[in-house]
Structure formats: C-alpha cells, structure tokens
C-alpha cells in the first residue's frame, strides 16, 4: 500500500505528481495548512510536521526529491529515471528554486500586515530565483527536457516552477517558459493541480515585489 500526505500547492505536489506519472495505486491523504501537521501521529511519519509523507514499502520518505528519486529507481522500467552527475544535479536543482520561492511565499504570504514585509529581501530573493531561471535557460538550449528525455528531474523541476511563476515570471526566459507549457501540458500534472475544495497556498496568480 502506498499512502501520500499532501498539501496542495506545496512540494508534496512534486510526489503527486509522479505517482500518476507512474500510474501507480495509492492513498492520498489531504491536509490542510493547520495544526493537524502536529499531531504526534503524524509526527512520527515526519518529524518537522511537513509535507510530503510518503509511505511505502513498509517505511517513509519525507523529502520529496528523495521520493522522486526512490519512485523513479523502483521502477526504473519507466524510464523516469537517470545516471550520473546530470541526473542528481538537475532532479535536485528543483530545491536551489524552491529554497528563493520559499523565502518569498514567507513574505507574502506568512507574514502580516503587509507592511510588515522586507522589500529588501524579497527584492533579493526574487532576484535570485531569476538567476535560477537563467542557469536553466542555459541547460534548456537544443533540449526538450533537462536529460534530453523526460525523466523525474523535470517533475521536480516543473513542480518548482509551478510555484516559484508566482513571483518571478518565466516569460523573460524564452527556453523556460516553453519548458514549463509542456510540463504543465501533461495529464499527470494536470491531475496533481489542486482540486476543488482544497485549501491554497497562493490565492493569487502572481505576487508583486513590494516597494521599500
């Protein structure tokens, strides 16, 4: 049996994702962002009360690009996943991505009154994400997907995208933006979006960088 915690809007989506990429059976267990998270019982399947908790085979994986990795070399007949330094660095770049748009969704979204919110910081992060964009850019020259093929990177990587277009546009990175549309073009990804009635993260489609 496998059994994913998720939230939506959030890097569990990344393991969504994958799984019906793979087309595999499982439970899908929904949360919501309140302190259910907490609970000692789901403590005990992630012990920073966060999400994903994947179980499976009779254990669980917490860290999502651990997950997509597991996932992809349990089933390797697939073809979702790589070898080598290319593999690892593209499937793990997806968090050097999500680490600028976590700083940014504090800001904006964690963080009340909105004058309470650094322009400063999100100035700096938001510039940071675009040289995430730019280094992807330059990968994306004569490819399709990062490893030539499609593979779990690309999940980790459009999942990351998914979120991080919310504050830093990809329209300025031509390669980016094409990556992207076909990503989110998929049928897997298109299930893993957030369904009716789940609670979101982002309520809005894009955020901008505050002044000050």
Request: charged fraction near 20%; hydrophobic fraction near 45%; glycine fraction near 6%.
């Given at each position: 049996m496998i059994r994913l915690h998720h939230c939506a809007q959030t890097r569990s989506m990344r393991v969504l994702w994958m799984l019906y990429e793979l087309g595999l059976d499982f439970e899908l267990v929904g949360h919501g962002f309140d302190r259910s998270l907490r609970d000692p019982a789901y403590l005990a399947l992630h012990p920073a009360g966060r999400v994903p908790a994947l179980e499976i085979d009779g254990g669980v994986i917490f860290e999502s690009l651990a997950a997509l990795q597991y996932l992809a070399e349990r089933h390797v007949e697939q073809g979702l996943a790589g070898a080598g330094m290319d593999w690892l660095n593209w499937l793990n770049f997806a968090e050097t991505i999500s680490q600028h748009t976590a700083a940014l969704t504090q800001q904006h979204i964690a963080i009340y009154p909105p004058e309470a919110r650094s322009g400063l910081v999100c100035k700096i992060e938001a510039m940071r994400?675009?040289?995430?964009?730019?280094?992807?850019?330059g990968r994306l020259e004569n490819r399709t997907?990062?490893?030539?093929?499609?593979?779990?990177a690309d999940v980790g990587l459009g999942q990351a995208l998914y979120m991080a277009k919310h504050f830093v546009k990809p329209e300025g990175f031509p390669r980016v933006a094409a990556y992207y549309e076909r990503l989110s073009a998929r049928a897997a990804f298109q299930k893993a979006l957030p369904q009716a009635g789940e609670a979101l993260l982002y309520v809005k489609d894009y955020y901008e960088v505050p002044d000050g």
């Open positions: 994400l675009a040289k995430t964009y730019q280094a992807l850019e997907y990062v490893l030539g093929e499609f593979s779990a």
